[in-house]
């Protein structure tokens, strides 16, 4: 023990070091509190993800039940949005590719073809190469009056009014039950970790909590043994206060009153030996071996006091 | 902690030294109301906050389970059968309820249950603090008797022991003492009869050796097994 006595008080600083003094008392006590809490934990904890499970299941039960109905996309006919379009029974649309060549009819003329034979045709129509004198084709163009085609008429379904947010809602309506699924099952997640974490920290701080309120018990015992122990070798020092915070206040006040008391006993005895000693001397036994024993005792109480 | 009261007389045989012992009592589980009741205050919140939380977990599951199937039978499937939907939902709201009273129940009897386990576990510390309390009551009156040891099951048995260890050791010391200031009182006596002394000087011996007498006997009283 070091430092100052200021006014019976002695200024010592909790550590960390020595937090366990009395282990066995705080170990218990702490482990005690520890231990229900973990149980408590672990048991409501146990219950509270059986409900939670349950209540997943319900939830997702009734998630898959929901019925997303698809809107009629015009009046008086339901549509079925769901259903993909099956391009194979589409009716073909004629229409021309680049690159292909439509079929070029045969001129007409001669059943064998002559008349399509290659070659330069003079500006009289002979034949240069052959000699021979071309059939000519005269062409007579009339104005013929193609008729004009009927007029198409498109017929188109009157569409209800909100058909759009239908759409939408209902699409929204499907894509939602995936996500709501997995939403369910990530807040189940989620408690389970919160549990599982909560769980940690009550026990660690509760662990550290224990121990530091236990060591405002065992403190004032510790400091109350030691001064036993000094007493059981016949020192009587001076007591000090306990530190603030310290619990078992009225048992230290206790103990410093029995010091207090021990320490009396031996002034006593030291005041009514001094005195029988005074007296022998005075009456000319001073040297008596008795008073020498008195003598000797003072000066070892004497000493227990200082 | 609470005053002790002064320790009754002993029942047992006083040569021996220990009396008979004290019997743990209902009515005074509590020696040391600030002590106990801080340490059951602080076990018995702490796990009426986690039941409580978690308690509040396990309702608001259920009750949202509940409320799901609720929902799920307002659709129009169930138009046609009320009876049964209102009875579905009855059953539900009493299961509920039945949940929120057993959770309860269950919190008052826990509190209970750890509370009378606290005090008593408690009184295992506060006990053997208690006892040493009245030794020290009588050692600050000069009253050194034999130290009787703990009951079966309270804790603090090494404070206890150095405690006791102290209390026998000055004892026995404080008996030493008495037995040397008598052979020198003796031997005094002796002196003061044998040898010719007379006057003022004569009688202040005497007085001192009176003195010394009285204290003596006192101290030796105070000193008695019991």
Known sequence: ?306 | MTDPAPIPPAVGNAATGPRARYKRKLSNYLLDKRLQLRYVLVVTILSGLIAGALGYLIYKQSADASASIENSMKSDIFANMQDFTDKINSNLQSGDQMLVYKMIGAGIGLVIILSLYLVIMTHKVAGPLFKVSMYFDRMADGRLTVVTPLRKGDMLQDFYQSFQETHDAIRARAKADVETMDKALVALRDQQNQADYRGEQRQKLVDALDGLEQHLTDRKKKLADR
């Open chain 1, 1 to 306: 023990m070091t430092g100052q006595p200021p006014q019976g008080n002695r200024g010592y600083k909790r550590s960390w070091k020595n937090l366990l003094i009395n282990k066995r008392y705080q170990l218990r006590f702490t482990l005690f509190m520890v231990g229900l809490s973990t149980l408590l934990m672990a048991g409501l904890g146990f219950w509270v993800m059986r409900v939670a499970n349950d209540a997943t299941e319900v939830a997702k039960a009734d998630i898959l039940g929901t019925q997303c109905d698809p809107p009629s996309a015009f009046e008086g006919q339901e549509t079925d949005l769901d259903e993909e379009p099956d391009l194979d029974e589409a009716p073909a649309v004629p229409m021309k590719l680049e690159g292909e060549k439509a079929p070029v009819p045969p001129p007409p003329g001669d059943a064998d073809g002559s008349a399509g034979d290659e070659g330069d045709v003079d500006e009289d129509g002979s034949d240069a190469g052959s000699g021979k004198p071309r059939r000519k084709i005269d062409v007579i163009l009339d104005d013929m009056e193609v008729p004009a085609p009927a007029p198409i008429e498109i017929k188109v379904p009157k569409v209800r009014d909100g058909l759009k947010a239908e759409i939408i809602d209902h699409h929204i309506c499907r894509m939602g039950i995936p996500a709501s699924l997995d939403k369910l099952e990530t807040r189940r997640l989620q408690i389970l970790l919160v549990l599982i974490a909560s769980g940690l920290v009550l026990v660690f701080g509760l662990a550290v909590y224990g121990i530091k309120m236990t060591h405002k018990v065992a403190g004032p015992l510790f400091k109350v043994g030691l001064y036993l122990a000094k007493m059981r070798d016949g020192r009587f020092d001076k007591v000090y206060n306990l530190r603030k915070g310290d619990q078992l206040v009225d048992f230290y006040e206790h103990f410093k009153v029995a010091h207090a008391g021990v320490v009396k006993m031996q002034k006593d005895d030291i005041d009514r030996a001094k005195a029988v000693i005074a007296a022998a001397e005075a009456a000319g036994a001073g040297e008596h071996a008795a008073v020498a024993e008195l003598r000797t005792l003072v000066a070892r109480k004497e000493k227990s006091l200082d």
